[in-house]
């Protein structure tokens, strides 16, 4: 997801099953791990549009703690599944 209409879009047609995570770095381990800004790319809509939002339903700081996104992840698996399981239950379909 890259703008705030992708994010209306999703929050339209998947309402409560969504969930927004936001995973962001400083601009100086950014610049350690090898990224440098380019203009006209990285100041394009496509790359900054979501800079703004504030309603994300988790957001991760990835600048110093690799472990940090691991624990998201299984946090994220573990949240699905269960998710999952409920919507099985309440409509006895298998998804």
Not at 50 to 59: A, G, H, S, V
Not at 62 to 89: I, M
């Amino acid at each position: 997801m890259r703008r705030q209409s992708d994010l209306s879009w999703f929050k339209q047609h998947y309402g409560e099953c969504l969930y927004t995570v936001r995973i962001t770095a400083s601009e100086e381990v950014r610049k350690q791990r090898g990224w440098v800004f380019t203009p006209g790319i990285d100041d394009a809509e496509s790359e900054c549009d979501l800079d703004n939002m504030t309603d994300w339903d988790q957001e991760v700081d990835n600048s110093n703690d690799p472990g940090k996104v691991d624990e998201l992840l299984h946090h994220l698996t573990t949240l699905c599944s269960q998710r999952l399981s409920s919507a099985t239950r309440s409509t006895g379909k298998k998804i």
